[in-house]
Each structure stands twice: as structure tokens, then as C-alpha cells.
T-cell receptor
Framework: KAGVTQTPRYLIKTRGQQVTLSCSPISGHRSVSWYQQTPGQGLQFLFEYFSETQRNKGNFPGRFSGRQFSNSRSEMNVSTLELGDSALYLC????????????FGPGTRLTVT | AQTVTQSQPEMSVQEAETVTLSCTYDTSESNYYLFWYKQPPSRQMILVIRQEAYKQQNATENRFSVNFQKAAKSFSLKISDSQLGDTAMYFCALSYDNAGNMLTFGGGTRLMVKP
């Protein structure tokens, strides 16, 4: 089985721009979760999508949004980028049944200048 | 709110020796799950071991085992016969029923295995 894939792997954006990151889960997985990883704040949960519906949301401003498509692929969008949004963004997929094992992608490294 | 604390930012161990990574947590949930994840320099996060809170028996996975002390809210990871490939960041994480797959992570422990 192919693992979780994330595109792009690296991205450089300017303050004020917006960005869209993509995550393709493992085939058959219906849950996709997103996490932000920074040296200062560590790993923080952004949101989880299950069957195209947002199931959980972390404590991030409304500039961070996401969606999930019928094939379970997910995108997250960050509008009006700030320097503090520079981070590694990880997505993880799972079957979505109760609390099951999550498989992480390699991440997208976003740098905001 | 759930919190996970890892008090050891960095640790080192000689190859073939045993090392224990500490983790404490706080939650008001009665049914929860604890995890140890490994993030090697390649950055791909990998699940090492999982423990259901309702299970008294400590989880083991080959060279990895946990010491789950529910009353003390402690969840340590023991790595036996350490290998160079064990060099990585290790994260303790918590989830619970009705949280879907939302994980609350600790700050991580950087483990260096020395030859």
C-alpha cells in the first residue's frame, strides 16, 4: 500500500499571501488530521476530517481552514500568511473508526518571508 | 483540557544499552489512549507503541515497552538493546474517546544512540 503523501514538500511564500497544502491518505482511510509543528510550540492539532466533514478542530485562527473530498484527499488552506505560520505541516490518515493508528505523511515545510 | 509533559528534552544512550523516556499527562477523561511516536531525522512520524488506559497490562512491541502508571498519570517508554536507528525525537501523545483522532503531544525528547 502506498503511504500518506503530501504535496508540495517545500514551499516559500510571502507575508499576506495564501497557501494550499494537499494530503492524500492511504487507500481506504477516511480520516485525515492536520498538525502544525514548530520549534517553539511543538506539535499542535489543527483539524480532522472524516467522510468530508470536519470532526474536530484545534485552537487556531480562522485563517486556517481545510476540506476533504469524496476520495478522502484533504487540503488545508492558510490565508493572509504571517511569519509565525512558518512550520512543518503534517497530515495523518487513519480508518477513522474510534481511536485508531494514524499514519503520518512526510510533511510540507512552509517558509513565510 | 489535556496536557502531556516530557521533562527530558535530550537523552543519550550507548548502543545495546537500555534507556527510559519519561512522560506524564493530565486528562479528565475516563477512557483514553496513550502513544509513543518516533520522528527520525527524515521527519516521518512513526507509531512506536500504543496503550489503552483501561488495560492494566503494559504494552510491549519488540524492544519497546511501556510502564503505565495510571494513578500517577505516568507513561514511560523503555527501549532495550538500543540501536543506532533508534536515534530520533520521541513524542508522547494522548487521545480519548469522542476526540476522533485528535492527538495532544508532549514537547518531545531527543534521543541520541551512540556507537
Amino acid at each position: 500500500k502506498a503511504g500518506v503523501t503530501q504535496t508540495p514538500r517545500y514551499l516559500i511564500k510571502t507575508r499576506g499571501q495564501q497557501v494550499t497544502l494537499s494530503c492524500s491518505p492511504i487507500s481506504g482511510h477516511r480520516s485525515v488530521s492536520w498538525y502544525q509543528q514548530t520549534p517553539g510550540q511543538g506539535l499542535q492539532f489543527l483539524f480532522e476530517y472524516f467522510s468530508e466533514t470536519q470532526r474536530n478542530k484545534g485552537n487556531f485562527p480562522g485563517r486556517f481552514s481545510g476540506r476533504q473530498f469524496s476520495n478522502s484527499r484533504s487540503e488545508m488552506n492558510v490565508s493572509t500568511l504571517e511569519l509565525g505560520d512558518s512550520a512543518l505541516y503534517l497530515c495523518a490518515s487513519s480508518l477513522g473508526l474510534a481511536v485508531d493508528e494514524q499514519y503520518f505523511g512526510p510533511g510540507t515545510r512552509l517558509t513565510v518571508t | 483540557a489535556q496536557t502531556v509533559t516530557q521533562s527530558q528534552p535530550e537523552m543519550s544512550v550507548q548502543e545495546a544499552e537500555t534507556v527510559t523516556l519519561s512522560c506524564t499527562y493530565d486528562t479528565s477523561e475516563s477512557n483514553y489512549y496513550l502513544f509513543w511516536y518516533k520522528q527520525p531525522p527524515s521527519r516521518q512520524m512513526i507509531l512506536v507503541i500504543r496503550q489503552e488506559a483501561y488495560k492494566q497490562q503494559n504494552a510491549t512491541e519488540n524492544r519497546f515497552s511501556v510502564n503505565f502508571q495510571k494513578a500517577a498519570k505516568s507513561f514511560s517508554l523503555k527501549i532495550s538493546d538500543s540501536q543506532l536507528g533508534d536515534t530520533a525525537m520521541y513524542f508522547c501523545a494522548l487521545s480519548y474517546d469522542n476526540a476522533g483522532n485528535m492527538l495532544t503531544f508532549g514537547g518531545g525528547t531527543r534521543l541520541m544512540v551512540k556507537p
